[in-house]
């Protein structure tokens, strides 16, 4: 038998503000090696469990959705996969939700910015009264190093991984990523304690996240783009009771996304009395975006879910 590699751990401040393959890395493991990361919240600090709507006007964008690494991967070269098995992510016992000017699907509707402060327990969140939202813990922010040279923006995502923001790749999950450039460079950031698909305010429950992955060179499989397998079913915190969904349907599946959210938002403030802020806030972290149809010309269906297991008893 061959002994476990040491895992290997990367502290808070080690972490990256791009996308570049000149950033030196903090280590190299070999393949199959253990990693564990210890992350700020996508705001690299700027908000705290006690912080303020203040924090949203003076938040500087430009330190935001930082990412930890890179991590070398010996052997890894370009036209290799990296497969990233997620062992085990924990998030932090607080997280926050914004409304931030200038970002988000409806950012042209929502220009005073909002912030919620969540508290952590017992793998729930409460929104409000009669509203909680099962944890379901993953990280925005993985990918690898572009082969091209330059900066890429963390803002994105990319072939190679990025902010995808995809609330499937939970402990449990492979995640696989083709390798453009030696070594792979992988990092890794922006703690979510839950989400809904779409991120539609451009925050999920923002959180400082302790993860674990192993990182293995897969040289027998060659992709193009992000590949994935979930760990199990989806969503089987909320997946407990019926939903209720609102449809956007046009020529433009933009819009029509726009438009599902729009009109969810406006049955949430109907039938459960939240602020049109609130509403979209709540769409952010616990509604599903899917797209229903996208064959029927010259109109497509976007649908907006909504997991009516998230509201106890009123």
């Known amino acids: 038998m061959h002994p476990h590699p040491a895992t290997i751990h990367v502290a808070r401040a080690q972490h990256h503000l791009r996308w570049d393959n000149s950033i030196p890395p903090i280590h190299h493991v070999a393949s199959g090696a253990v990693i564990e990361f210890d992350l700020l919240d996508a705001a690299n600090g700027q908000i705290g469990p006690d912080a303020t709507v203040a924090a949203i006007e003076t938040l500087d964008f430009g330190q935001v959705d930082q990412v930890n690494g890179p991590i070398f991967v010996t052997g890894a070269e370009p036209g290799d996969t990296l497969q ?15 409304i931030i000017p200038g970002f988000g699907l409806l950012a042209d509707e929502f220009t005073t910015p909002a912030l919620k402060i969540w508290r952590l327990s017992n793998g729930w969140a409460d929104f409000a009264p009669g509203i909680r939202i099962p944890l379901a813990p993953f990280c925005g922010e993985i990918g690898l190093a572009p082969g091209a040279a330059g900066a890429l923006s963390t803002i994105p995502p990319y072939r190679h991984g990025g902010n995808m923001d995809t609330k499937h790749l939970t402990s449990g999950a492979t995640l696989y990523l083709p390798v453009e450039a030696p070594g792979a ?32 060179v897969r040289k027998d499989l060659s992709i193009n783009a992000p590949q994935f397998q979930t760990g199990g079913p989806l969503t089987p915190h909320t997946n407990t009771a019926p939903y209720y969904a609102t449809d956007g349907i046009g020529p433009d599946l933009l819009e029509a996304a726009r438009d599902a959210i729009r009109h969810m938002i406006t049955h949430l403030q109907r039938a459960y009395g939240l602020s049109r ?3 979209y806030m709540l769409c ?20 907006a879910f909504l997991p009516l297991s998230i509201f106890g008893e009123r």
Do not use: Y
């Open 84 to 98: 990233i098995d997620l062992l085990d992510l924990q998030p932090a016992d607080w997280g926050w939700t914004a």
């Open 185 to 216: 460079l992988f990092s890794l950031g922006d703690g979510h304690a839950a989400q809904g698909d779409g991120e539609v305010c451009g925050t999920a429950i923002e959180t400082p996240m302790r993860a674990t992955v192993r990182l293995t």
């Open 277 to 279: 802020a609130d509403a």
């Open 284 to 303: 952010s972290v616990a509604v599903d975006l899917k797209l229903a149809e996208v064959v029927d010309a010259p109109n497509w269906v976007v649908s």
